[in-house]
């Protein structure tokens, strides 16, 4: 399978607690997006990376959520201390280098917090 | 508001007629519009995109752009059941990076 891989599917978590996802990208895409979903509402940008460099960062993203591409691969999102609020669908998503705006999502992770 | 407005919906069409789908955005400085399928419990994929004032057909779907207006808005000839989901309209962000999504329209179609 040479899809966008995102791993933990499901987490479940208690307040307070904090948690990592990690996605895989396409391996030729050196793109790579964070998003959040929640129930009736369409993606919220997180942040952006070209590569191993953290371009862009939503303006609404918490201190609390941080995000890494070390090697310009794999990707993880940090969420520290987490909220109720913070329960969604944590989408990653990848793009080829020319075609701004052609994302390839993965499944997800969704992410419940007690 | 919101800088990438659709009409949630339900948008309820018989199979076979025309599916019309419309989203307003508000910088005007957005240069790449797309359009995103969403089946429930999936992750969007994308089905069109559209750079240019006018239309662009691709098979049954058929996106139009109107800068001037700042609206887009995708047609579905001859729905069908299967195209039942929710449809995202997505436009690039000032830096060119993100994509800024609406919160969808879903869209049943009826036997």
């Known amino acids: 399978d040479t899809g966008v891989s995102q791993d933990p599917r499901h987490k479940i978590t208690k307040r307070g607690q904090n948690v990592t996802f990690r996605c895989d990208p396409i391996?030729?895409?050196?793109?790579l997006y964070w998003y959040r979903q929640t129930l009736g509402q369409g993606p919220e940008f997180l942040t952006y990376?070209?590569?191993?460099?953290?371009?862009?960062k939503s303006r609404l993203l918490s201190d609390r959520f941080s995000a890494e591409r070390p090697k310009g691969s794999f990707s993880t999102l940090e969420i520290q201390r987490t909220e109720q609020g913070d329960s969604a669908m944590y989408l990653c998503?990848?793009?080829?280098?020319?075609?701004?705006?052609?994302?390839?999502f993965g499944e997800g992770s969704r992410l419940t917090v007690l | 508001q919101k800088e990438v407005e659709q009409n949630s919906g339900p948008l309820s069409v018989p199979e076979g007629a025309i599916a019309s789908l419309n989203c307003t955005y508000s910088?005007?400085?957005?240069?790449?519009f797309f359009w995103y399928r969403q089946y429930s419990g999936k992750s969007p994929e994308l089905i069109m995109f559209?750079?240019?004032?006018g239309d662009k057909e691709d098979g049954r779907f058929t996106a139009q752009l109107n800068k001037a207006s700042q609206y887009v808005s995708l047609l579905i000839r001859d729905s069908q059941p299967s195209d039942s989901a929710t449809y995202l309209c997505?436009?690039?962000?000032?830096?060119?990076?993100?994509?800024?999504f609406g919160k969808g329209t879903s869209l049943l179609v009826t036997p």
């Open positions: 998503a990848s793009s080829p280098t020319l075609q701004i705006g052609e994302l390839f």
């Open positions: 910088d005007r400085g957005s240069q790449s």
């Open positions: 559209i750079y240019s004032n």
């Open positions: 997505a436009v690039n962000s000032n830096s060119g990076y993100a994509l800024n």
């Open positions: 990376f070209q590569n191993e460099a953290q371009l862009e």
């Open positions: 391996s030729e895409h050196n793109r």
